[in-house]
């Protein structure tokens, strides 16, 4: 009976440690200046700085640093190796003059994801003629980058 016990402590103990290594994981923390508006989700965001961290396994938080606005925006493992290149970088889609979060790296790909197209989104992309180039921001360690325009 008491090796019984002993075997049923030792299995719940690592189950306990794998968690605890599972929720250490989720510590993505990316900073990034944005010089124009854009919309996550049905929130749009002035330009200026943010951050963005990983409260969940498929959940991004997106806050403000200036006014501290924040959003919960639920995502998905990136759909191409391209985005982990070992670069941290955003990507943003631009309807007109719209522009929204599509992508968000730090470079590894654990933490390549893609954020969900709203409703909005979908309905500039059927309505939009062609196909507008994808707005990427390379960020750099010790400060963030100015985004560059360009086509995947």
């Not at 989720?26 to 943010?50: D, K, M, Q, S």
């Not at 062609?130 to 995947?152: F, H, I, N, Y």
Request: charged content about 20%; glycine content about 4%.
């Amino acid at each position: 009976m008491k090796c019984k016990l002993n075997v049923a402590v030792m299995i719940i103990a690592m189950c306990l440690i794998t968690t605890a290594t599972h929720a250490q994981r989720l510590n993505l923390v990316l900073r990034f200046r944005v010089p124009f508006p854009f919309n996550i989700e049905n929130t749009t965001f002035p330009a200026g700085e943010y951050e963005v961290t990983q409260p969940g396994q498929f959940t991004l938080a997106v806050r403000n640093v200036e006014n501290q606005a924040s959003v919960f925006a639920p995502v998905e493992p990136a759909a191409s190796a391209n985005k982990a290149n070992g670069r941290a970088r955003t990507v943003f889609h631009r309807y007109g003059g719209e522009y929204f979060l599509a992508a968000i790296s730090d470079g590894s790909w654990q933490s390549s994801y893609d954020f969900w197209r709203s409703n909005k989104e979908k309905e500039l992309a059927r309505n939009s003629p062609t196909r507008q180039p994808e707005v990427v921001s390379v960020l750099s360690k010790p400060s963030p980058v100015t985004a560059d325009v360009g086509r995947k």
